[in-house]
């Protein structure tokens, strides 16, 4: 039997995005360096980031069940922290969501 890597299953869970919605993954992917950061700098380290640092918070405190958020948000004196590799999974989550549409 021939197993799959863990690239080649999570390529089949997420769904085929446009070639624009990559560029825009890719883009955001190079402009933040830090593997973690604090959300309120989210639009100095990245300018092609589509969403303001304030629709973030918002969106991380909705209560609403459809609102694609950021997973594994630390909070450190009382600033939320996202991780790198979350914010994309959350963009690229959310992307494929309005590509549906």
Known sequence: ?????????????????SPLAEMLIRAVDKEIVPEVFARH???KLSPSFPYNHRTMANRDSS???DVV???NTTVIGGR???SK???????????????KR
């Not at 197993?3 to 080649?8: G, L, Y």
């Not at 299953?9 to 997420?14: D, L, M, Q, V």
């Not at 590799?85 to 590509?99: C, G, H, N, T, V």
């Open 85 to 99: 590799q979350s914010l994309l999974a959350m963009l690229r989550e959310d992307l494929a969501r309005k590509e």
């Open 63 to 65: 209560k609403k069940g």
């Open 80 to 82: 939320p922290y996202y």
């Open 41 to 43: 700098n989210i639009n």
């Open 1 to 17: 039997m021939i197993e799959k890597s863990a690239v080649q299953n999570k390529a089949e869970e997420t769904p085929q995005l």
């Open 69 to 71: 958020r950021v997973k």
